[in-house]
């Protein structure tokens, strides 16, 4: 292993360590004077259990926020690194897709590149949707759990919205390329670039010197990649700190059966489903596993799939994949073909369903995932979009909305597994579509 991948486990390492001692440290200061003010504010509650919940919350709320005082200046470093990451990824993404599109020169090839593009991923994302439903109904944490519901109306933070094919159109097609590439929205960023793309081979040899620019730029965008990735156990370590002090361990042990079945359901998706996908195609599935270990580290250990795309696209190149497949497939794979955050979607709709002891008919379950199949598409570049999406699922299936709280308590860990796998879908994806252009990979 090189430096780098050494450095983001040592980081790793050191920070869930880091994190518990100071978890703990928090806890053993604060407990006692929170306990003893607690205690005499419920005495004066003179047993009005209303006034005791009320007491009770204002105190833990108090407690969580020193909490989250101390994770903030951890945090501050896994800030830095993934706004350097983001830096990155516009001028990368629009440079490497252009000059893979020009280069080809032929619209059709482009248009059957496209075409096998999506039928995988439509594939992929309805196993992914079938997977989390089989989990959910065979092991139903919802209901072994028994959780503590969230009161009637709580305020969940994530706003319910519908998703209509003007969304979808105001999300895919940018008005502004400059916009776009200012909120580093990556699917209006590769319909841009596609159409400018494909007019520069259409140009012709006038377009060669603007091709050749981009060309370099996306050299010279992959060495700052290089460079910032120098900063990538700095910004592991503050992130994974942040996590587990804010988080402890206390909270995992509650969701454990939750943590276990989500993340045993990835790995089944990872090991069984694309080990499958990849043996019946003769793609080296393990060799690939290797050369993405960087930036699946990455991916897990800050909860962003975004922050591993530049180090996926330089190991999808040594595995063999060509520029013109990897800068097409990759970029839409991030707002296409994100299979951990998929099978989320219809696992934490029907978790909270099963924990308010509500019946969902297979039927409804089945409708359930054909609009999963739309509407997980059409929400590319909204901040939180799984919560969004399963928002809007919740409603249109008349299941309490501020269920959504039972899992905001672990999201954090959970969103580090669904990245981790969102990196691996999209990296099998780049090789699949390659395998079917007759690459040698």
Request: glycine share 8%; net charge positive; with cysteine.
């Amino acid at each position: 292993m090189n430096f780098s991948k050494n450095g983001l486990i040592i980081s790793i390492v050191i920070a869930m360590i880091l994190g518990i001692v100071l978890g703990a440290t928090i806890n053993n200061n604060k407990s006692t004077a929170y306990a003893a003010a607690k205690e005499t504010a419920l005495q004066q509650c003179n047993g009005n259990k209303k006034h005791e919940s009320i007491v009770k919350a204002v105190y833990d709320k108090q407690e969580k926020n020193a909490k989250k005082d101390i994770a903030s200046n951890f945090s501050l470093l896994s800030d830095i690194f993934l706004r350097l990451i983001k830096m990155i990824i516009a001028p990368l993404v629009f440079a490497v897709l252009v000059v893979g599109v020009a280069k080809v020169g032929d619209f059709k090839v482009v248009g059957r590149i496209g075409g096998k593009t999506l039928i995988y991923f439509t594939c992929a994302t309805l196993i992914a949707l079938s997977l989390g439903l089989v989990i959910v109904n065979v092991f139903e944490p919802g209901k072994t759990m028994h959780l503590e519901l969230p009161e009637a109306g709580a305020d969940t933070g994530v706003k319910v919205a519908s998703q209509t094919a003007k969304n979808f159109v105001n999300h895919v097609i940018p008005q502004s390329i400059i916009e776009a590439m200012a909120n580093n929205e990556v699917l209006p960023i590769v319909i841009f670039a596609l159409f400018f793309g494909i007019a520069a081979a259409a140009v012709g040899s006038k377009a060669d010197s603007l091709v050749n620019l981009l060309d370099a730029l996306s050299h010279i965008m992959f060495k700052v990649t290089n460079y910032v990735m120098k900063f990538a156990p700095v910004g592991v370590f503050g992130a994974i700190t942040a996590v587990v002090i804010t988080q402890g361990l206390d909270v995992l042990s509650g969701y454990v059966y939750l943590i276990a079945c989500f993340f045993g359901g990835l790995l089944f998706f990872v090991f069984v489903v694309l080990f499958l996908i990849c043996t019946v195609l003769k793609i080296k599935f393990y060799k690939l596993l290797g050369l993405i270990k960087e930036p699946l580290l990455l991916a897990f250990s800050t909860a962003s799939s975004e922050a591993a795309m530049p180090k996926t696209i330089e190991a999808l190149e040594k595995f063999g994949v060509s520029k013109k497949v990897t800068s097409f497939v990759l970029p839409l794979g991030y707002s296409f073909n994100l299979d951990g955050s998929i099978m989320y979607m219809t696992f934490a709709t029907m978790f909270i369903a099963q924990a308010y002891g509500m019946d969902i008919s297979f039927a409804d379950q089945i409708k359930m995932m054909l609009i999963l199949l739309l509407t997980s598409k059409g929400v590319a570049g909204v901040p939180r979009a799984s919560f969004v999406v399963i928002a809007g699922m919740l409603a249109m299936f008349k299941i309490p909305v501020e269920g959504m709280l039972l899992l905001l308590a672990v999201d954090q860990l959970l969103d580090m597994g669904r990245s981790a796998t969102n990196v691996i879908g999209n990296a099998v994806a780049s090789a699949v579509v390659a395998k079917w252009e007759g690459e040698k990979i």
